[in-house]
């Protein structure tokens, strides 16, 4: 599997691993500008679509790696997760890929990264963990695992640097994919919904306990929210694997005459919305990218929530309050994420934008600027950093 690295030499060969849907995402992201550089590259390991169509061999599914907290998923799934490691360990260490480039899912690739590192791979780790925000103990881990970091906030470089950890700030990949000023009446006609009627995007996740633990909270809150605004539709983005468990959620509430499901589509359901009900993770950063405003909610396993609360370094938990480094929207955590709640909060921004409120302008001119600070050419810079570790 590997190639020589030298400038006007054959591609380099890269093994690669990325979690869930915004991993693979990133990754697909990263592989074009790999592409762009070295047509020729190939690539393997574990991925998902956005991957594939950039030519990636997925050994396995990046949905074999989709888990959530601290719970009895995690446990019961443990010994699979484990053993799909040990069995790409295995294969890699025989292969010797010039490069091994983790994209997030931390827990799975620290532990890997820091093998393959020992046994003479250079690797790569896209994705600075939110060390910023909770379990600071991954910083010596992430020392042992990666000979570079690619971040995609500006602030993590130096915060790494002070650690003894080489990083370089590639901007956010979405950034440059979601416009500034996203075509809403385009969206709406995709989406077969007019113009000034009321729609509210639904995202409760994209992993199996977080549609558990939020889907039916998040329609409850659209049945509540329909009964002081009947005139309001809601659009829901289901991950394929999960549409007929939404379905079903739907027609048990009797929903079906104002929720329409979608397949994926969640770029085109931030577009349309006027406001979004969404759960914390990397879809509220696209939330903001696409200037909607938004209430967040998490649910999780009492234990997952417990270990979670414990650790966490700041008082926010949402992207975009992280990054503004204030409640610039609101968060509705655990036991405070009620359907009843999380249906006034989602009404208060529908009468924002209905009026125009200098609480709504002020929400976008932030999300505005944050947009421009994430703005770079991710996939040059990413590449250009990849290319002096293969060179080192």
């Known amino acids: 599997m590997a190639g020589d690295t030298r400038l006007g030499a054959a591609a380099p060969s890269v093994a690669m691993v990325a979690g869930e849907v915004s991993g693979d995402l990133l990754a697909g992201l990263l592989l074009g500008g790999l592409k762009a550089r070295w047509p020729e590259l190939k690539a393997a390991g574990i991925g998902g679509p956005h991957m594939q169509r950039q030519g990636f061999e997925a050994w396995w599914p990046h949905t074999k790696l989709a888990v959530h907290g601290f719970n ?10 484990v053993g ?23 827990d799975f690739n620290f532990n890997l990264e820091a093998d393959l590192r020992a046994a003479g791979i250079k690797t790569v780790h896209f994705v600075c963990p939110s060390v910023w925000a ?5 910083m010596e881990k992430i020392r042992r695992s990666a000979d570079h970091v690619l971040c995609i906030f500006p602030f993590e470089p130096a915060l790494l640097a002070r650690n003894g950890i080489a990083a ?20 709406r006609a995709q989406l077969g919904v007019a113009d000034g009627v ?7 996740g994209s992993r199996r306990s977080e549609i558990s633990h939020l889907a039916e909270r998040f329609l409850r809150a659209a049945s509540i929210l329909r009964q002081s605004r009947p005139e309001t539709r809601f659009v829901l983005p289901a991950v394929p694997g999960f549409r007929e ?7 048990k509430l009797g ?39 938004m209430v967040i909610a998490y649910h999780q396993s009492w234990l997952s929530w417990e270990i979670m609360r414990r650790k966490r370094l700041q008082p926010w938990v949402g992207l975009p309050n992280i990054l503004c480094e204030e409640f610039v929207v609101p968060e509705l955590l655990q036991d405070a994420a009620t359907p009843e709640a999380l249906a006034h909060e989602t009404l208060e921004w529908l009468k924002a934008a209905e009026q125009q409120t200098p609480r709504l302008q002020s929400l976008l001119t932030k999300f505005e600027t944050l947009h421009a600070e994430l703005q770079r050419d991710t996939a040059t810079i990413a590449t ?3 290319e002096k570790v293969l060179q080192n």
């Open 72 to 81: 009895w998923e995690l446990l019961r799934r443990y010994r699979e997760i």
């Open 84 to 106: 799909i490691r040990d069995q790409l360990r295995e294969r890699l260490l025989k292969e010797r890929p010039d490069i091994f480039i983790g994209t997030d899912a931390p």
């Open 134 to 138: 909770w379990r600071p103990e991954r």
């Open 168 to 187: 370089t700030y590639v901007g956010h990949p979405l950034a440059n994919v979601i416009p500034m000023r996203p075509d809403r009446t385009a969206a």
């Open 198 to 204: 009321p729609l509210v995007a639904l995202l409760p």
């Open 245 to 251: 468990i939404i379905d079903a959620l739907v027609r």
């Open 255 to 293: 929903l079906t005459d104002c929720v329409t499901v979608l397949n994926g589509q969640s770029h085109a359901a931030l577009a349309a919305c006027d406001v979004t009900l969404i759960a914390s993770g990397t879809a509220t950063l696209e939330a903001a990218l696409f200037k909607r405003p």
């Open 384 to 386: 250009d950093a990849i």
